[in-house]
């Protein structure tokens, strides 16, 4: 499976972003996909996931209220609307697929994209 992001880009704080993930490939072995963020100096962390199955979702403490995943299973697309930025939403995004658990932790993910940055200011 290939992951692609798009989206990323400056935005004032307050504002809001759209980021987008392509999955290409078999996608059929993809259980759980997910978005990570990782900030300069900072470990990687997660932000969101969803299910592809039945669409259940969670979402960080950091961003729950502000950010919703989603998907679009007819277009292998998974989404991300971080809404209310603020600098600390400031970091590279990852877009990752896991092949069987749902989770926050990065190592069950083991396909991921090249990243897109976020900058809020």
């Known amino acids: 499976v290939q992951l692609v992001e798009s989206g990323g880009g400056s935005v004032q704080a307050g504002g809001s972003l759209r980021l987008s993930c392509v999955m290409s490939?078999?996608?059929?072995?993809?259980?759980?996909m997910a978005w990570f963020r990782q900030a300069p100096g900072k470990e990687r962390e997660a932000v969101a996931y969803?299910?592809?199955?039945?669409?259940?979702?969670d979402y960080a403490d950091s961003v729950k209220g502000r950010f919703t995943i989603s998907q679009d299973r007819t277009k292998g697309m998974i989404y991300l609307q971080m809404d209310r930025l603020t600098p600390e939403d400031t970091a590279m995004y990852f877009c990752?697929?896991?092949?069987?658990?749902?989770?926050?932790?990065?190592?069950?993910?083991?396909?991921w994209g090249q990243g897109t940055q976020v900058t809020v200011s």
């Open positions: 490939g078999y996608t059929y072995r993809t259980n759980c």
């Open positions: 969803i299910a592809r199955g039945h669409g259940r979702t």
């Open positions: 990752a697929g896991a092949p069987v658990t749902c989770s926050f932790t990065a190592r069950h993910y083991t396909q």
